[in-house]
T-cell receptor, first 111, second 113 residues
Framework: GEDVEQSLFLSVREGDSSVINCTYT??????LYWYKQEPGAGLQLLTYIFSNMDMKQDQRLTVLLNKKDKHLSLRIADTQTGDSAIYFC???????????WGLGTSLAVNP | KAGVTQTPRYLIKTRGQQVTLSCSPI?????VSWYQQTPGQGLQFLFEYFSETQRNKGNFPGRFSGRQFSNSRSEMNVSTLELGDSALYLCASSRERGGDEQYFGPGTRLTVT
């Protein structure tokens, strides 16, 4: 079945770039999303990319999509302590258009 | 524009009881999806409602049910609560059916003792 995998933890220093990776199995995905969840809060849509795109940039965020390898990444430039959160990758899986979610990557930003 | 609201924010129940959670989507959004989030299992899809009809369903037992009203507001119900039902229940709304951009509420933290 459809599956989305992410590494569980990432630790970076403030000011460095963070790269969060995600792999998925469904080749029919149309949209791929990145969501952010801060402690005690719901999920916030950060950005998304359509499957026919390779890259999307939005201020400090860069999304790269390698459709051949089914690999998605989120790069956060100049990472700040406020970026500490859990980041979820999701893709529209299958004919029923249900979102398939990764388990989330916990990003820790150290001063 | 107001965001997705969920009530109550926190709930404590005992095993065997039932619970009803409420979600009000963003104005103009017709789809509401429900998720269960636990530390070990991540985000698990429960079901999606669109135009008052359940359109998608996850792999949860029949104790979990939901409905959607004509104003797109949705409720989910869990009957015969078990300890393992303790979780954060998240509601998300989208303009059209699931798979589109989803906007999440803050969640309802349910604790079953």
């Amino acid at each position: 079945g459809e599956d989305v995998e992410q590494s569980l933890f990432l630790s970076v220093r403030e000011g460095d770039s963070s790269v969060i990776n995600c792999t998925y199995t469904d080749s029919s995905s149309t949209y791929l999303y990145w969501y952010k969840q801060e402690p005690g809060a719901g999920l916030q849509l950060l950005t998304y990319i359509f499957s026919n795109m390779d890259m999307k940039q939005d201020q400090r965020l860069t999304v790269l999509l390698n459709k051949k390898d089914k690999h998605l990444s989120l790069r956060i430039a100049d990472t700040q302590t406020g970026d500490s959160a859990i980041y979820f990758c999701a893709e529209t899986g299958g004919n029923n258009r249900k979102l398939i979610w990764g388990l989330g990557t916990s990003l820790a930003v150290n001063p | 524009k107001a965001g997705v609201t969920q009530t109550p924010r926190y709930l404590i129940k005992t095993r065997g009881q039932q619970v009803t959670l409420s979600c009000s989507p963003i104005s103009g959004h017709r789809s509401v999806s429900w998720y269960q989030q636990t530390p070990g299992q991540g985000l698990q899809f429960l079901f999606e409602y669109f135009s008052e009809t359940q359109r998608n369903k996850g792999n949860f037992p029949g104790r979990f049910s939901g409905r959607q009203f004509s104003n797109s507001r949705s409720e989910m119900n869990v009957s015969t609560l078990e300890l393992g039902d303790s979780a954060l229940y998240l509601c998300a709304s989208s303009r059209e059916r699931g798979g589109d951009e989803q906007y999440f509420g803050p969640g309802t933290r349910l604790t079953v003792t």
